[in-house]
């Protein structure tokens, strides 16, 4: 590491362009891919920016995601990384605490059982893309088809009844906000809860044929644990997809030669999703580790104690893993990204988003073959103040 490279401050969320990183991670991973960082409150720690770097940490058990240790890159989270853990949301365990509801979960995230899923979902595509066709352009995609068909998926399978949309979806939207209060993130917090507590109650009394009912039947939960699964896994299934659906058609209507290859040839959609996962790296700042004894990393000897802020857009962009990594190309190779993360976190529900974006980008390009953009694509809304990037509306033509 060259200590002569000035410290960064916070972590950089400001980008010069819709798709890419913040320029200041990809001139920090080219001088050197683990630098120093200093936290929002004064924590001495670390920048990751490399992809070899990144997935080590990512796989190495002695790098803890405990939230009593962990030190918030951005300076208005700080306090909400050091809240109580909200029992069940295991996200933010590690083992043996992380393994015992991950068990739990593992069977019904197989890829046997989404392959099972595939039939309703092509059925819910079609539905919002009938809608879109009977509703008429301008349209926003993230209202009329990226939000809604993952967010029909999740609570079908949680066992959530769809009308309740609103209230979780708005919720969820003051947690990924990093400009929301501590007064709003906790009363959101609190609201879910409330409302998912109730529903394991009723789940109880009047089980139905979904995974809520069945983690109630099995009776390895509590109530309060069965809240928190539920919430890790409500908000993680319609945030991540919704913003990769409306992103990732962002990004193929400014590149008409790739939505081309999507909309054209079946053959390479499943490269193209893994491409624009890839390319556009949603988890846009994050994740943060601790380490719980000195680990080396690189060139870097990181301290116990010392937390890790891992860069996924620099990383996945990094050109000793994929060459020309700057440029979206739908027929790269692109296998072994990070953007579903790595080692005992990888996301649960991967194989879930990848069939939905399967499904939902080719039919949204075949059923709209003049789909454009209704205003300049610098007019489009980023969410560059969410954890979560995209675009908060997509206004399209067809």
């Known amino acids: 590491m060259t200590e002569a490279t000035p410290r960064l401050a916070t972590f950089p969320l400001a980008r010069e362009r819709a798709f890419d990183p913040p320029d200041e991670l990809a001139r920090r991973r080219d001088e050197a891919p683990v630098q120093r960082m200093t936290y ?22 002695r790098f803890s995601t405990r939230p009593e240790l962990l030190h918030s890159p951005i300076p208005q989270r700080g306090e909400f990384s050091k809240e109580p853990l909200t029992p069940g949301f295991f996200l933010r365990m590690d083992a043996p605490e992380h393994t015992r509801y991950r068990r739990l979960l593992t069977g019904q995230f197989t890829v046997r059982r989404m392959k099972q899923l595939e039939p309703r979902i092509h059925e819910i595509t079609e539905s919002r893309l009938d809608a879109m066709e009977r509703e008429g352009a301008p349209a926003d995609l993230v209202e009329s088809f990226a939000l809604p068909i993952p967010s029909l998926v999740i609570c079908e399978m949680l066992g959530v009844p769809y009308e309740d949309r609103e209230k979780f979806q708005r919720d969820s939207a003051v947690l990924v906000n990093l400009d929301s209060s501590m007064e709003d993130v906790r009363a959101a917090v609190q609201d879910l809860l409330s409302y998912l507590h109730g529903l394991v109650e009723l789940k109880a009394k009047e089980p139905g044929d979904d995974m809520l009912s069945g983690l109630v039947a099995g009776g390895e939960l509590t109530t309060e644990e069965l809240g928190g699964v539920a919430l890790l896994l409500l908000i993680a299934g319609h945030e991540t997809t919704a913003n990769m659906l409306g992103l990732g058609t ?59 802020t891992l860069s996924l857009g620099a990383a996945n962009r990094d050109p000793e893993r994929f ?27 991967q194989q879930l988003a990848r069939i939905e974006m399967r499904i939902a980008y080719p039919a949204l390009l075949r059923r709209f073959p003049n789909l454009r953009l209704a205003v300049p694509a610098r007019d489009v809304p980023l969410r560059a103040k969410m954890a979560i990037y995209g675009v908060h509306r997509l206004p399209v033509l067809w």
């Open 250 to 308: 962002f990004a193929l209507l400014t590149n008409p030669g790739q939505l081309a290859v999507v909309r054209d040839d079946p053959a390479a959609v499943d490269n193209a999703v893994e491409e624009l996962l890839r390319y556009l790296s949603i988890v846009h700042i994050g994740p943060t580790r601790t380490a719980l004894e000195d680990v080396e990393v690189g060139d870097a000897l990181i301290r116990a104690g010392e937390s890790v």
């Open 323 to 349: 060459e020309g990594g700057d440029t979206l190309d739908v027929t790269r190779p692109a296998h072994g990204h990070l953007s579903f993360g790595h080692g005992i976190h990888q996301c649960l529900g």
């Open 40 to 61: 929002a409150d004064g924590h001495e720690g670390w920048l990751v920016t490399g992809y070899a770097e990144a997935r080590a940490i990512l796989a190495d058990n």
